[in-house]
């Protein structure tokens, strides 16, 4: 497991189930959100290896704003948690972060 990810569970005091859990619900809410009106490419997207890494890059990402902002000052849990939940909101990332269509077109040619 890397330190990024270590130091994350560390702050929200969440085991690894957990932080998994919460990337795979926000990756999946992205999809619904990013194909809003194009439900039935959902799917092919949610079994896509291609999708998950790109997402996991982006997660990595976001991780390491998380750490930069955590250097200030010494936050309740409660507070880590709705600033962790607010950068990784996936219908926000969904209109703010749009997916490379690198990534689309090798999901729909894979």
């Known amino acids: 497991m890397d330190a990024l990810k270590c130091f994350v569970m560390e702050k929200l005091q969440w085991t690894e189930l957990e932080y998994c859990t919460f990337q795979y619900e926000q990756g999946l809410v992205y999809l619904q959100h990013h194909f809003m009106n ?30 930069h902002s ?22 926000v990332l969904a209109e703010e972060m749009k997916m490379q269509n690198v990534v689309i077109e090798e999901t729909i040619n894979s």
Do not use: A, C
């Open 70 to 91: 955590m250097r200030i000052g010494n936050p309740s849990v409660q507070t880590l948690k709705t600033v962790y939940h607010g950068l990784h909101n996936g219908q």
């Open 38 to 67: 194009l439900e039935q490419m959902i799917p092919q997207f949610e079994s896509s290896k291609i999708f998950w890494r790109w997402w996991m890059n982006q997660w990595m990402d976001l991780d390491s704003v998380f750490e």
